[in-house]
């Protein structure tokens, strides 16, 4: 192989990346607005066979205690829980500080602190066996077409 073919193909390589990359985040977000929550199980296949090829998680957007404004915190932690003060307010006191902000109703919220949102995800699991029964269906004609998988299809230019 030649300097340029191995550039070529890193090129090349790099092209499919990006593409594959755009199309996985359209597919996880195709999939988030279709399922709400939960893990569901991927099958191919027909009424004689049906592979299992992957586990799909999909976790919504949450919302949680999450420190806005350091300053405020710490200035409110030194007043309230001096013994938590290093230099700045140790990990494991801020997250009791935040936790504790929920357990009880007349709770009070520390200055520097407001409700944050804790972006959700979708999560691709699968394993060897259903990896390899995939590419075997890929390879016998088995899979579905899916336009999102051919590149400049209009989907994943990057």
Do not use: C
Not at 38 to 52: H, K, L, N, P, R
Not at 148 to 155: C, D, M, N, S
């Amino acid at each position: 192989m030649t300097i340029n073919d191995s550039v070529v193909e890193l090129a090349a390589l790099k092209a499919v990346g990006d593409h594959i990359k755009v199309a996985t985040e359209l597919a996880k977000a195709e999939v988030a607005k279709q399922f709400r929550r939960g893990t569901v199980s991927a099958f191919i296949g027909d009424e004689d066979a049906t592979e299992d090829v992957g586990t799909i998680v999909v976790v919504p957007d949450r919302h949680a205690w999450g420190v806005v404004d350091e300053a405020a915190f710490l200035a409110w932690v030194k007043v309230n829980r001096p013994s938590a003060i290093v230099e700045s307010v140790r990990s494991s006191d801020k997250t009791s500080i935040l936790e504790a902000i929920g357990k009880d109703k007349d709770g009070e919220v520390p200055d520097g602190v407001a409700r944050v949102k804790s972006t959700g995800y979708v999560q691709v699991k699968q394993t060897a066996k259903q990896r390899d029964a995939l590419i075997e269906a890929a390879a016998d004609g088995r899979l579905p077409s899916l336009p999102i998988l051919q590149i400049g299809a209009g989907h994943g230019e990057a």
